[in-house]
């Protein structure tokens, strides 16, 4: 009567484990597809207000930042230069075209466009790791362009699934992979998600 106790409590231990397991191997993947899907959506939104900040500071300086720093004090300090055109140019009997040259504080745009540049440059869940950024020039069809690109490596922001092992939850999957925007052999700055 005694041993068949002890069985039946080592049996019960037993199923509670295989239990355990069971739920584990059901529970990673699920967990994983949700950590990957919002982490992956809040640093391609983060990608993109680095996107339009860098528009806006090319607009500025007529190129691209190679920093983060010298984005954030641009855009805080400088100004657009907007020039109205008063008359039709086009118009060869027009007799006086005018020109009106103002110009507006960048900050005024970068918070319309909902752009915080204090923290402009952290990863999300990235435990306070940067984005990594480069601007460069570069000879493109014969004529020297300036380029950029900003991005970081999935390892940075997955946290517990950084692991390659999770591959296997989905193909694309590559903690060694930069998730960025431009190229810096060619002036674009389409997204790598896109």
Do not use: C
Request: glycine content about 8%; charged content about 30%; overall charge positive.
């Amino acid at each position: 009567m005694k041993k068949r106790i002890i069985f039946n409590a080592l049996m019960g231990l037993l199923i509670l484990f295989l239990g355990y397991v069971l739920y584990r191997q059901i529970q990673e993947p699920i967990a994983f597809q949700q950590t990957y899907k919002d982490r992956e959506k809040a640093v391609i939104d983060q990608l993109i207000k680095i996107r339009k900040a860098q528009e806006a500071y090319r607009g500025v300086t007529g190129k691209f930042a190679d920093t983060f720093e010298a984005l954030a004090d641009t855009l805080k300090n400088g100004r657009f230069m907007r020039i109205q055109v008063y008359g039709d140019v086009d118009d060869v009997n027009q007799k006086a075209v005018r020109y009106d040259t103002t110009y507006m504080p960048a900050m005024d745009s970068i918070k319309a466009l909902g752009i915080e540049l204090g923290d402009i440059a952290l990863v999300p869940y990235g435990e306070g790791a940067k984005f990594e950024i480069k601007a460069d020039t570069v000879t493109y069809q014969s004529a020297l362009v300036d380029v950029v690109q900003v991005g970081t490596t999935w390892e940075t922001f997955m946290g517990e699934f950084k692991d390659a092992k999770f591959k296997k939850y989905n193909e694309r999957y590559d903690p060694k992979k930069m998730i960025k925007f431009g190229d810096l052999g060619k002036p674009i700055l389409t997204g790598s998600w896109e």
